[in-house]
């Protein structure tokens, strides 16, 4: 119910802000200011004993933000939504930047209703895999083999799910943008998250760098794009679990400089296999970062982080 409600105000404040947040200049600026302190601090009207469901409210509240802000940067460019375009846009959980959304593909019926069946298999496969992992006693086993074995079937779970959804609002009549484009396929940790979470991805391309004129410093504008990646991150997880833990930052600014590195890379071919490899092993071995927070939500792991990572 508490999450009800925080959902509830995240939605409703800007509905009933709509005349202010559409205003040009510094009055629809400091009205979004205004408009995120209690968005951002509505997850802690759910009670702190019910972690899961303050993380929950707390990527609402992110989603909601991102979008707000993509609107005053409609606003910015003379092309303010009307107020249906803007509840419709809020209440579209498959895209972030609502001037890109008529450009996204439509996929035929079938190209849909076999998306959505794959992906149903998926999803069961990657709960059925999940499920085993967790009967088993890693008590013996090294923490890292416990890690790389999970984390696989957790994003089976995870992507074959986001898939899922975005198939089925596409079948029920709504516009979507594929939250994936496959991104077990990256050749480099730079294509890895061009393909992952696309929606984010756009957000920051179109409405950050782009507007900032960030796309001069290709490198600069990436760890600035990280570095909000990390601030957002560290958000989430402080309110769902009641502190900063730094992991996040590590993780995010790690990808952040892996990013930049291998931005240039262009591997095809057979010079993509290693590329592939070596992408998926770094993604692996440094989402370890990434989980520890997962694991201050849940028991991810059957045991205690080790002694190198605990303690942040």
């Not at 200011?33 to 802690?44: K, Q, R």
């Not at 496969?125 to 967790?134: D, K, Q, T, V």
Request: glycine share 6%; proline share 7%; charged share 15%.
């Amino acid at each position: 119910m508490r999450l009800i409600l925080a959902i509830a105000v995240q939605f409703l404040l800007p509905l009933v802000c709509f005349p202010l947040l559409t205003r040009r200049g510094r009055p629809g600026t400091l009205s979004l200011v205004a408009v995120y302190v209690p968005i951002a601090l509505s997850p802690c009207l759910v009670p702190a004993r019910n972690p899961i469901a303050r993380a929950l409210a707390a990527v609402s509240a992110v989603v909601i933000a991102v979008k707000l802000f993509d609107v005053r940067r409609d606003v910015q460019r003379g092309t303010p939504p009307r107020r249906r375009e803007f509840v419709l846009f809020l209440l579209n959980p498959f895209v972030h930047v609502r001037r890109c959304l008529p450009a996204e593909p439509r996929p035929s019926a079938r190209a849909d209703l076999v998306s959505a069946a794959g992906a149903a298999l998926g999803l069961a496969a990657g709960i059925i895999l999940l499920r085993a992992l967790f009967r088993i006693d890693w008590g013996g086993r090294p923490f890292l083999a416990e890690h790389v074995t999970k984390v696989p079937a957790f994003f089976l779970a995870v992507l074959s799910g986001l898939a899922l959804a975005t198939a089925s609002w596409r079948l029920l009549g709504g516009m979507a943008r594929d939250f994936m484009h496959n991104p077990v396929a990256a050749t480099t940790p730079a294509d890895f998250w061009r393909r992952y979470n696309r929606n984010m991805h756009q957000f920051f391309l179109k409405d950050v760098l782009v507007s900032a004129g960030g796309l001069r410093h290709p490198a600069r504008a990436t760890l600035v794009v990280f570095g909000l990646s990390a601030l957002i991150h560290e958000y989430l997880f402080s309110i769902a679990i009641g502190r900063v833990q730094g992991y996040q930052t590590a993780f995010f600014l790690l990808q952040g400089f892996a990013v930049a590195a291998t931005a240039r890379v262009k591997a095809r071919g057979r010079t993509a296999v290693p590329w592939v490899a070596a992408t998926l092993g770094f993604n692996l071995v440094s989402s370890v970062l990434f989980f520890a927070s997962v694991n201050g939500l849940v028991p991810f792991y059957s045991r205690e982080l080790p002694a190198w990572l605990a303690g942040w």
